[in-house]
């Protein structure tokens, strides 16, 4: 692939790291008796769905739109969750899922009715344990609105609901899922013989290198041989983790006491976690400040005095044309996008496995224009 020739800004999604990802979470699978979703929140890119198809059980979705994207993209199951439903989508949203998945007890007793007998309905609990390493992105922390607390839970409006769910994880490892696992069981365990199905969400970094695999095969087994239930796990970073790059060039350097390039790309609008979460992207071929002998603050291309991915040190002094290259940038970027300040959404490709690459979405004015 000739990174130089490439219209920037570019995501570039690799088939074959891909498919590395779906191998493993595949033998999770397998030795677990577990069933993968991936979660769209995270991960939502086209080309990558006829891979997804073949080794999960099908997507997550977070309402009507995404479960309309599963079905078309990927198929199979269809398990639909939103923090409310709107009465206008739920018949919608009900012919395209398999389950469903409430966040109160107001919202299952409204939809009971259009529900029951056409979707398997489960709830969404608040186990209140998390390890979450920050409170954006923890939802167990205070207040939180996801899921029915323990003081909140009703055992006497249960009937017809077949399985529950909790999401408490984010980007984590076996042992938090066990901590998690266990607040779960000592609040809501008395319901789960009741249940067909437990769904344990998402958040677990099970592709990130050292990960406990065989913790959590340890654990969905002990847990299903235990309640007798199916286990669900729906992860979205961990399918997209470390599976391809966003390709940016620089369109000018600039010196105000230190040297900025400025790129045709956008930290606040491509590289959102990287203000929000906030983390690093890694720069190919580039070190942290001062590492090597050119530093430079690589920064965006909007008005916003913010739009910074960092300083980054550079073997070399960079030119106006080179390409930059920033890593892990496909799970919680493509569909977090926006064309804030008019700049261009970066174009969508697929490097396959047999090397080629083939453009997948190109976006211009009219991306712009539609949403303005
Ligand atoms: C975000 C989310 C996921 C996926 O989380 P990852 O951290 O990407 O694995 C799964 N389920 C629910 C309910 C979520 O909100």
């Known amino acids: 692939m000739d990174i130089d020739a490439l219209q920037t800004p570019l995501y570039v999604m690799e088939e074959a790291k891909l498919e590395k ?9 397998q030795e677990s008796g577990a069933k993968i979703l991936l979660a769209l929140k995270g991960f939502a890119f086209s080309g990558g769905m006829k891979m997804v198809s073949k080794y999960l059980h099908g997507c997550c979705a977070s309402g009507l739109h995404e479960a309309r994207y599963a079905t078309e993209k990927v198929g199979r199951e269809v398990h639909t969750y939103a923090p409310a439903f709107k009465e206008e989508e739920i018949d919608e949203i009900i ?21 029951l007998g056409k979707v398997s309905c489960g709830l969404r609990v608040n186990p209140e344990v998390s390890a979450s390493p920050t409170d954006m992105y923890n ?22 609901i077949e399985g529950l769910h909790f999401h408490a994880l984010c980007e984590q490892g076996a042992d938090a899922l066990e901590m998690v696992l266990a607040g779960f ?5 008395d319901y789960i013989h009741l249940m067909k199905w437990v769904n344990f969400g998402g958040g677990h970094h099970i592709t990130k290198e050292g990960y406990d695999v065989a913790k959590l095969i340890k654990l969905i087994r002990d847990f299903k041989t235990k309640y007798g239930v199916d286990v669900y796990l729906e992860p979205g970073e961990a399918v997209g ?12 350097i600039v010196h105000n006491e230190i040297d900025i390039a400025i790129l045709d790309t956008s930290a606040e609008a491509h590289m959102p976690d990287t203000i ?29 005095a913010g739009d910074v991915m960092g300083d980054y040190a550079f073997d070399r002094p960079l030119e106006i044309g080179e390409k930059i290259i920033f890593e892990d940038q496909i799970h919680y970027t493509i569909v977090k996008n926006s064309t804030f300040n008019g700049i261009k959404l970066p174009d969508l490709a697929l490097l396959k496995k047999d090397g080629t690459i083939e453009i997948i979405r190109e976006f211009g004015y009219e991306a712009y224009e539609r949403r303005n």
């Open 139 to 160: 939802p167990c922390a205070s207040f939180s609105r996801l899921g029915i607390t323990e003081k909140a839970f009703h055992e006497a409006l249960l009937e017809g």
């Open 276 to 304: 929000l979460m906030p983390y690093r992207a890694e720069v190919r071929g580039a070190g942290k400040a001062g590492e090597k002998p050119y530093t430079y603050r690589l920064a965006g291309n909007t008005c916003l």
């Open 185 to 189: 069981e000592e609040k809501f365990g």
């Open 95 to 115: 012919a395209l899922s398999h389950h469903l998945v409430f966040n109160s007890f107001a919202q299952w007793q409204k939809f009971k009715p259009k529900a």
């Open 21 to 29: 990802n779906l191998q493993l979470l595949d033998y999770v699978q």
């Open 241 to 252: 983790w470390q599976t391809g790059f966003l390709v940016a060039t620089v369109l000018d």
